[in-house]
């Protein structure tokens, strides 16, 4: 079983820079792939980026590469999601999501944290 909490959202300007942090506990979390998704509005749920715990590897959705930066603290088990250059269009609740590593589905969430984006 796993825990998550999201953290740190909050009203930035376009161009701006905020960090997210999902704080992770459970019995089974170090084996798992801790992810961010997001939903905005009227939209269906979207992936953000990946990381497995063990070894650190990290994915990202198109849409986000290059500005987002998905990582892990093992001392604090704590995953984060550094976001620059933040657009409009990145404005959403953000939800931490874990899983085993061999199962497809993402079966634990945390409660979600809004991220406003200005124009």
């Known amino acids: 079983q796993v825990q998550l909490v999201e953290s740190g959202g909050g009203l930035v300007q376009a161009g701006g820079s905020l960090r997210l942090s999902c704080a992770v506990s459970g019995r089974t979390f170090s084996n798992s792939v801790i992810a961010w998704f997001r939903q905005a509005i009227g939209k269906e749920r979207e992936f953000v980026a990946n990381i497995r715990w063990r070894g650190g590897s990290a994915a990202y959705a198109d849409s986000v590469k290059g500005r987002f930066t998905i990582s892990r603290d093992n001392a604090k088990n704590t995953v984060y999601l550094q976001m620059n250059s933040l657009k409009p269009e990145d404005t959403a609740v953000y939800y931490c999501?874990?899983?085993?590593?061999?199962?497809?589905?993402?079966?634990?969430w945390g409660q979600g944290t809004q991220v406003t984006v200005s124009s």
């Open positions: 999501a874990a899983r085993e590593p061999t199962i497809g589905s993402y079966d634990y």
